[in-house]
């Protein structure tokens, strides 16, 4: 059974950083792009960011590009997502989820983890 | 790239029938056929319901079903049922390896 826990939310100030973590188990996570999609309180779903399976692609949203820098770890079932430069706007929800082939579906989600930028 | 419109809300009565739209244009729900739709119940993370735009994935009851027109997608969600109260997301590759998710749509069993 697919199981992706998100980790690494929290408090964080305008202009700070913060690493999110995704680890995945149930499958080969080494076959799979894996994606990172945010939902800011109360409102819809946007896109963040797509890693392919062997990292020799990403691709961002441009309302994170330069700021997100997305990667994983294979041999960890890891995936990340390195955000700097954070902005108010930025506070949402993020869930990474596997793409089931790019660019197709999001055919498993994790729980999600919160972050807040706030001074 | 905007978000997919969809209607903020819709409502029936258990047993009935809801179809939610999802528009967008050419270079997106009309240019490709990567149109999926997902549910998400509060506090919850969002669960695929369709892919390819007319795809169940096993385990989600026949009663979903989706199709396109155009640059318009549609899901129908057939003989509604308590569960089935939900927020409701459509999703579209929008070439250039980006993608764009719908406004959102909050469904109400009455």
């Known amino acids: 059974q697919v199981h992706l826990v998100d980790s690494g939310g929290g408090l964080v100030k305008p202009g700070g950083s913060l690493r999110l973590s995704c680890v995945a188990s149930?499958?080969?996570?080494?076959?799979?792009?894996m994606s990172w999609i945010r939902q800011a309180p109360g409102k819809g779903l946007e896109w963040v960011s797509c890693i392919s399976s062997g990292s020799s692609n990403t691709y961002y949203a441009d309302s994170v590009k330069g700021r997100f820098s997305i990667s994983r770890d294979n041999a960890k079932n890891s995936l990340y997502l390195q955000m700097n430069s954070l902005r108010a706007e930025d506070t949402a929800v993020y869930y990474c989820?596997?793409?089931?082939?790019?660019?197709?579906?999001?055919?498993?989600w994790g729980q999600g983890t919160l972050v807040t930028v706030s001074s | 790239q905007s978000a997919l419109t969809q209607p903020p809300s819709a409502s029936g009565s258990p047993g009935q029938s809801v179809t939610i739209s999802c528009t967008g244009t050419?270079?997106?729900?009309?240019?490709?056929?990567?149109v999926s739709w997902y549910q998400q119940h509060p506090g919850k993370a969002p669960k695929l319901l369709i892919y390819?735009?007319?795809k169940r994935p096993s385990g989600v009851p026949d009663r979903f079903s989706g199709s396109k027109s155009v640059n318009t997608a549609s899901l129908t969600v057939s003989g509604l049922q308590a569960e089935d109260e939900a927020d409701y997301y459509c999703?579209?590759?929008?070439?250039?390896?980006?993608?764009?998710f719908g406004t959102g749509t909050k469904v109400t069993v009455l």
């Open positions: 149930g499958f080969i996570f080494s076959d799979y792009y």
């Open positions: 999703s579209s590759y929008a070439g250039s390896n980006d993608f764009v």
């Open positions: 989820a596997r793409v089931n082939q790019w660019p197709d579906y999001f055919n498993s």
């Open positions: 390819e735009v007319s």
């Open positions: 050419s270079s997106d729900i009309g240019g490709y056929n990567y």
